[in-house]
């Protein structure tokens, strides 16, 4: 069974388009995000969601909108997508520990979503 | 602020010990990860170490930790060529924020 599954692993659109990805966990987590991997393969994160509560907003463009409508599932929404949309977008998901924890907040991630904006 | 740097590239020969290094910024870092992330896929999970610890041995894994120079380094024995992978630094304070490194880009020569 997948721990952390995003749809769909492949996607290509052009400029303007409105898309989605969804991504569902089922380790029981309670922490889910979303990261950008541009094309040099930096990781950055976008957003992070704890009990479906937005907690982690990093500067990014409000065409993108994040949606949670339960600890499992973050989905995120692209408006009048641009070429420099172009990347990998990983779903995460983590468990919150109390400070001291021997693993901390770990995070398991998707196999990701390759986005191609033509 | 919060920084994690790595080397960009790594290579060495089929057989080989691999030794990938790492320098972070945040004192009150707690958990240190290494990930591995192979061609057209995901980050995989494949060390961790906690800040009390100063070393951490999983087969042919080990993770050194310098917590005084706030160095971490991955060491892989007997570099196989199934090695060759981007492999990424993170620190956490345990909050929910973690920062990864660029990644360092492992190429074993057969």
């Known amino acids: 069974d997948t721990a952390v599954s995003q749809t769909p692993k492949y996607l290509v659109t052009q400029m303007g388009n409105d898309k989605s990805i969804k991504c569902e966990q089922n380790?029981?987590?309670?922490?889910m995000y979303w990261y950008k991997q541009d094309s040099k393969k930096f990781l950055k994160i976008m957003f992070s969601y704890n009990n479906k509560e937005l907690i982690i907003n990093e500067t990014v463009p409000n065409r993108f909108s994040p949606k949670s409508p339960d600890k499992a599932h973050l989905n995120l929404h692209i408006n009048s997508l641009e070429l420099g949309d172009s990347a990998v977008y990983f779903c995460?998901?983590?468990?919150?520990?109390?400070?001291?924890?021997?693993?901390?907040?770990?995070?398991?991630f998707g196999e990701g979503s390759w986005l191609t904006v033509v | 602020g919060e920084d994690v740097e790595q080397s960009l590239f790594l290579s060495v020969r089929e057989g080989d010990s691999s030794v990938i290094n790492c320098t972070y910024t945040d004192s009150s870092s707690t958990y240190l990860y290494w990930y591995k992330q192979e061609p057209g896929a995901g980050l995989q999970l494949l060390t961790y170490i906690f800040s009390n610890m100063d070393m951490k041995q999983d087969q042919r894994l080990t993770v050194l930790l310098n917590k005084k120079d706030k160095h971490l380094s991955l060491r892989i024995a007997d570099t196989q060529t199934g090695d060759s992978a981007i492999y990424f630094c993170a620190e956490s304070t345990g909050g929910f924020k973690t920062i990864f490194g660029a990644g360092t880009r492992l190429f074993v020569k057969a």
């Open positions: 380790l029981g987590h309670d922490t």
């Open positions: 995460a998901s983590s468990q919150t520990r109390d400070r001291g924890y021997s693993s901390g907040n770990t995070i398991y």
